[in-house]
T-cell receptor
Framework: SQQGEEDPQALSIQEGENATMNCSYKTSINNLQWYRQNSGRGLVHLILIRSNEREKHSGRLRVTLDTSKKSSSLLITASRAADTASYFCATDPQETSGSRLTFGEGTQLTVNP | NAGVTQTPKFQVLKTGQSMTLQCAQDMNHNSMYWYRQDPGMGLRLIYYSASEGTTDKGEVPNGYNVSRLNKREFSLRLESAAPSQTSVYFC????????????FGEGSWLTVV
């Protein structure tokens, strides 16, 4: 089963609104990453948050991590039509050698102009 | 830098045929990965290689074999293709292990009829 599970599965908003996506995971982790995938393309890294961090910002992105709840959220502020894509969380579980990065099933974000 | 290059981009196979997906990275990364992505789904890890000379099973290894030919190249072989293996396959790599960004190829679309 997937280590990370995103919620919601699909999100449709208007340009200028904020988009929030959530990720839950099952086991203890070293870090959590968020990736973006445009239709028909490979995934591109957005941001990484380590297990000892609670919040991180990068441009219009804000990521939070709650290790007690085993959950993370990705906030995209002032969304643009170009933000339309699928967003995935990925985790490095603590109990593995550190090589095994597993992904959730993703949130499909549609930003309407 | 080409990054992660995988070939072929598109392939149609008949049930029972074999084929090898090739992947090469020019970033001197230690770890390499093969994932599959089914329509509307997240990525599932097939196999990974933490370093040259080592390979490990991921979540869905059945029906596949891999070879880490050298530090640059990591191939995925389907010995006897089945319709259930119709998917998009992504190769990826990263420097070291946990906490580093993973870089993806552009994907290989495989259809088994």
């Amino acid at each position: 089963s997937q280590q990370g599970e995103e919620d919601p599965q699909a999100l449709s908003i208007q340009e200028g609104e904020n988009a929030t996506m959530n990720c839950s995971y099952k086991t203890s982790i070293n870090n959590l990453q968020w990736y973006r995938q445009n239709s028909g393309r490979g995934l591109v890294h957005l941001i990484l948050i380590r297990s000892n961090e609670r919040e991180k910002h990068s441009g219009r992105l804000r990521v939070t991590l709650d290790t007690s709840k085993k959950s993370s959220s990705l906030l995209i502020t002032a969304s643009r039509a170009a933000d339309t894509a699928s967003y995935f969380c990925a985790t490095d579980p603590q109990e593995t050698s550190g090589s095994r990065l597993t992904f959730g099933e993703g949130t499909q974000l549609t930003v309407n102009p | 830098n080409a990054g992660v290059t995988q070939t072929p981009k598109f392939q149609v196979l008949k049930t029972g045929q074999s084929m090898t997906l090739q992947c090469a990275q020019d970033m001197n990364h230690n770890s390499m990965y093969w994932y599959r992505q089914d329509p509307g789904m997240g990525l599932r890890l097939i196999y990974y290689s933490a370093s040259e000379g080592t390979t490990d099973k991921g979540e869905v290894p059945n029906g596949y074999n891999v070879s880490r030919l050298n530090k640059r190249e990591f191939s995925l072989r389907l010995e006897s293709a089945a319709p259930s293996q119709t998917s998009v396959y992504f190769c990826a790599s990263r420097r070291g292990y946990s906490g580093n960004t993973i870089y993806f190829g552009e994907g290989s679309w495989l259809t088994v009829v």
